[in-house]
């Protein structure tokens, strides 16, 4: 849609996004090297953006695992909704804690028989068991539902823009 501001001019709010977006995935690229790769885990970084007169987004800082306390409405519906978003984004696999149990006791029992089956064979019937069926994601496969959250890099126009002025930056000091 459209809004005011902008010294009278009319913006388009998916424009203002879009400058938003940039400055977040500029800021990720300038620590891309010391946040290392952990497939088994995440982190919420919450982005403080004021945006000046002229529509112009300007980072205030980025805070790593944001208070999610809710004292007033708009923390309610904004952090519940956030907390839903990212349960469902990650999708933790329920599995069998008693299955988890039972298989743990065989194996500690049948250390030294392991005649029945290979150990590769066992252990993916075993984690067939525990997790009820259900195959966790695989790195790099994106996930099943992603809410509200929206995907911005990689492979997004706006991630291929800010590679490519890291790249001329990093060529030109060079």
């Not at 009319?10 to 090297?33: N, P, Y």
């Not at 790195?139 to 706006?158: D, K, L, Q």
């Amino acid at each position: 849609g459209q809004g005011g501001g902008g010294g009278g001019r009319l913006c388009r709010v998916s424009d203002v996004w879009e400058s938003i977006l940039e400055v977040v995935v500029k800021s990720l690229l300038c620590v891309d090297g010391p946040i290392g790769h952990q497939p088994n885990s995440f982190e919420l970084f919450g982005y403080d953006v004021i945006i000046d007169d002229d529509l112009k987004p300007w980072l205030l800082e980025v805070n790593a695992s944001p208070s999610m306390s809710r004292g007033s409405d708009l923390d309610h519906r904004v952090k519940n909704a956030l907390v839903q978003d990212t349960v469902a984004l990650i999708d933790p696999l329920p599995f069998d804690r008693e299955k988890l149990v039972q298989i743990l006791e065989r194996r500690r029992q049948s250390v030294r028989s392991r005649a029945r089956k290979s150990a590769a064979q066992e252990t993916a019937a075993d984690v067939e068991a525990i997790l009820m069926g259900r195959v966790p994601r695989k790195v790099g496969e994106p996930p099943r539902n992603m809410g509200n959250f929206e995907c911005i890099a990689p492979g997004t126009v706006v991630y291929s823009k800010c590679c490519k002025m890291k790249a001329a930056v990093s060529n030109s000091s060079s």
